[in-house]
């Protein structure tokens, strides 16, 4: 027989709502990716090769926040790191964006605000709760038995 386990924990409304945003980021991510990619017909020959590569990426790491999205919404620690890395890379990404290009500034700009709000919904107190260690739990039961 196994022994009972502790009910899982309660999303917390910011993590919901952390969570809806990072699959919207995604699939933004991916239009923007394929946005900046199909912006290499309108630029110098010579810009092609990076603003494609660009363009790769972000709908790279765009379809990579999506698939961990899901582990993010279920409480997984190693999905709210892998989703953090993922978004400090498209951070970058977006911030590359704004440089190279002129046209993609206020849609960088507001993925860039989304990801900040993710980020502070993940790691403020309420929703790292939402991310405890199951092992420390069972630990902690056992200690109070």
């Known amino acids: ?19 809806v945003l990072v699959y919207l980021s995604g699939l ?13 017909y ?3 020959r010579a810009e092609v090769l990076p603003v494609s590569l660009l363009g790769s990426a972000v709908i790279l790491f765009g379809l990579l926040t999506i698939a961990i999205a899901s582990g993010v919404a279920r409480g997984r620690r190693l999905a709210r790191l892998l989703l953090t890395i993922y978004l ?10 704004i440089v190279t290009t002129e046209t ?5 700009m507001a993925e860039m605000a989304a990801y900040a709000f993710i980020g502070f919904a ?14 420390a739990d069972q630990t902690d039961a ?3 038995a």
């Open 142 to 144: 056992v200690t109070a």
């Open 88 to 97: 400090g890379v498209q951070f970058v990404l977006h911030i590359v964006t």
């Open 28 to 40: 933004t991510s991916i239009a923007i990716g394929i946005l900046v990619l199909l912006s290499r």
């Open 104 to 108: 993609w500034d206020w849609t960088s």
């Open 1 to 19: 027989m196994t022994a009972p386990t502790a009910p899982p924990a309660r999303q917390p409304v910011l993590v919901r709502i952390a969570v």
């Open 42 to 44: 309108d630029i110098a």
């Open 122 to 135: 993940l790691w403020t107190p309420p929703g790292s709760r939402y991310f405890r260690d199951p092992a």
